[in-house]
């Protein structure tokens, strides 16, 4: 326990502070990514900053608690469904927008004109998003995490 | 199947790409079903391309607008905002070579790295990389073409680093660094393409350029054929290239050797179909130039290594010397082709086929070599020949295709190219065939050494019998080639000269 | 005349390359890639800025008014692109680090 890495009161102090903040910003640029500047790899990044500073404050012992395995199968869960949106909409064409102006999920009809920036828009869209997030949020963890592991076990030989 | 030959393009873009995210999933559950998985998903693939083939043959030029209400809305609003696959007799010839060498390259792969760690990732990434080589060669759009640029270069400097030696990753850094750098370069022509039309669709771009043609233009032509010339390993930038060929794993050599070639394609695209209508003879000059360079130092630095895989590189690089000057000859006599360019170019469309199958098949000789002794030095090895006559038979074909000796298909294309060539002008030709001629010197040194003299005494393995039988459909074809080269000629070579010098049918595609 | 966005993304181009090329450490290689790539973007979304235009999305403006979406929509994924090299290459170092122990391209061969 004493050769471990760890960082000192205040860091771990500002990451409580900051995660759930930081969760809750990425998953807004996520969902609000057709509304306004930002999207699924912006608002990924953002999530993984929480990561990198989860493993900033705990060290080794905060990357033993994270599986490597459950970021890569969400990475490839996040492209998979992207891949399959962009397919479902094969009846017209690739990547055809099926869902927008239907009356369903994310298609609200709206009529032309300024509006307050509905969420319930943009058929497809907002769906990749997520899934863009997904994935993005789960590579960068899944890079810094090796970077990080590997660093530190270069530092101990 | 007129509904999959309506969506091929985007078919050939989107199912590798599926697979090789589902890859990493299902191998997971089981090694056999996943290679399974892989090899299904590229033999339909294939079979998409196949079909789309015919459908070019017959009808011309097909469009295919991504995100459309139907296929062929191209330009809803006078101009075409959508991404736009576009493909005619070219780019489905490059996509189908491009599928084939990946699905012989998984075969062969199977036994090749059981061994090794992170095969998952290995496949996946080989996926990628098809589906990027399908996104370069089927897009229609400039920035398109960037990001699966970028796709196949990080794909393929990460399978580079497959050995996981510093040495391969040494190769890994050099390759990004470079490409990235020249992807940069090639963007930053698109940008300049952009601001000077406000479009990114090549077609509507070429259509444009020749009301508007500029100083701009010739900059941003300099920067994006920089860029492919860099990409494609010709010679002033081929270092890179002979480093990663020679440190990557076999099977992933073989399909760096794809992506250059495609990055040919591309740069064949651009000197005819976007600025055919306007250039004048110089670019071609400069291909010729690059060409005969190549030709030259890819001999001159082959004879003087020991490496195996590193003297393939060298080849590799003279032989798309062979490529560059037939199309170069071509290109010269743009916007008006008459019949010995158009040859000379059908030449060069077909040593691309000729060359990718020719040191396609000498890398997995070599894969194989490095497989059963654990040797890569030529120097180490001799007398394979007792033991393995079926390899050497194998590499004898090889090595007389890749010179140009008849009966085999680096002979007939390389005569298209010297006879086309003797009219433009007939010191290129000399050259010509004194680069084939070193490089037959080349290769009967190499065979000397590997299979000849006292039987080999170090420890040897078997070769696998799928790596065996992906070797000899490689040959097979270097002899269906070589001997009925009209065949080929006929059917989709000549269809696909037609199309390059033909820039106004690509432009009538989209508009 | 020349607007000072294009010189100064022609200046982060060309010092980008310069390092590229001269300078020995790979880390340092890394920074002049992503540079480069900066000076690129740069570039790109300067050419669909204009003066006083308002957000390109859904409301009643003349086309003239907006800012052109095409050059940010470029930007973002090169950004991506940029991104996705940068970090291949950065673990490329690390492991050439482990390998040679040092990051200068000139003495890794002698280490070995």
Known sequence: MNNEYRASVVVRTVAYILAAPLIVFGLYVILHGHLTPGGGFAGGAIMATFIALFLVSFGRKGAGSLHRNLFSVLESLGLTVFVVLAFLGISNTFFYNFMVNSGHLFGRVISFGVNPGYLDTGGVIPLMNIAVGLEVFSAISLIVLEMFTYSREDKND | MIFLAEHAPAFAIAVPLLAAFVTPVLGRISEKIRNIWVIFSLLFTEFLVFILGCKVLDEGVYTYALGAVTPSLTSPVGFPVRIILETDAMNALISFMVLSIAIITVVYSWKFIEKYEAQDRFYSLLLLLTAGMMGMSFTGDFFTMFVFLEVVSVSSAALVAFFKKAESFEAAFKYLAISSIGSFFMLFGIGLLYGHYGLLNMAVIAKEIILHYSFLDVVALSLLGTALLLKLGSVPIHMWKVDSLQEAPAPVSVVCIATSLVGLYLLFRIGFSVFGLVINSILGWIL???????????????????????????????????????????????????????????????????????????????????????????????????????????????????????????????????????????????????????????????????????????????????????????????????????????????????????????????? | MISIQFLAAIILISLGLSVAVFKKNLIKIVMAVHVIGSGVNLFLVSLGYRAGGIAPIFTDASKLQMVLPTTQALTLTSIVIDFAVVALMLSFVISIYGHYGTLDTQKRRLKE
């Open chain 2, 288 to 511: 010729v130039f690059f060409g005969i360079l190549s030709i030259f130092i890819g001999v001159a630095m082959a004879l003087l290594q020991n490496n195996l895989k590193r003297l393939l590189g060298y080849s590799a690089v003279a032989e798309v010397g062979y490529i560059l000057l037939g199309a170069g000859v071509g290109l010269s006599a743009m916007p008006e082709v008459n019949g010995f360019a158009f040859e000379a170019l059908s030449g060069g469309i077909f040593h691309i086929v000729n060359d990718v199958l020719d040191i396609s098949l000498l890398f997995l000789i070599a894969g194989s070599i490095y497989y059963i002794t654990k040797k890569r030095n030529i120097d180490e090895l001799g007398g394979l020949a007792h033991d393995f006559p079926s390899l050497s038979v194998l590499f004898i074909i090889g090595m007389l295709a890749i010179s140009g000796i008849p009966p085999f298909n680096g002979f007939a294309s390389k005569l298209m190219i010297y006879e086309s060539v003797f009219y433009f002008n007939p010191l290129l030709v000399i050259l010509g065939v004194l680069g084939s001629i070193l490089m037959l010197a080349v290769f009967v040194k190499v065979f000397a050494c590997i299979f000849l003299g006292a039987p080999y005494e170090g420890e040897v393995e078997e070769v696998p019998g799928s790596m065996m039988f992906t070797m000899w459909v490689l040959a097979f074809f270097i002899l269906f080639l070589g001997l009925f080269p009209q065949v080929a000629i006929d059917i989709f070579i000549a269809p696909a000269a037609e199309a390059l010098v033909h820039p106004e049918v690509y432009i009538g595609g989209v508009l």
